[in-house]
């Protein structure tokens, strides 16, 4: 998986925005996050965009790219 910097995409917008705008141009379906975001995060941002926002607990501190963001093809 490669590992890309903030400074790679375009972000514009609030906090959920750059996060979706993340999401659509590495071509991301789903959009895995903690529990306690769900006190910020806008997920009718995410529906509009046709992301699957997904709120778990995540248990290992090494996980991977591909859980947090799962990309087509890619």
Do not use: K, V
């Given at each position: 998986?490669?590992?890309k910097k903030s400074s790679d995409f375009q972000l514009?917008?609030?906090k959920n925005e750059k996060i979706v705008?993340?999401?659509k141009q590495t071509g991301a379906t789903h959009?895995?996050?903690g529990p306690s975001a769900q006190n910020y995060i806008d997920s009718a941002i995410f529906s509009d965009?046709?992301?699957f926002l997904q709120f778990d607990i995540i248990h290992?501190?090494?996980i991977s790219l591909e859980l947090i963001f799962k990309?087509?093809?890619k």
């Open positions: 998986t490669p590992i514009d917008g609030n705008n993340i999401c959009y895995l996050s965009s046709n992301i290992e501190l090494n990309l087509r093809g």
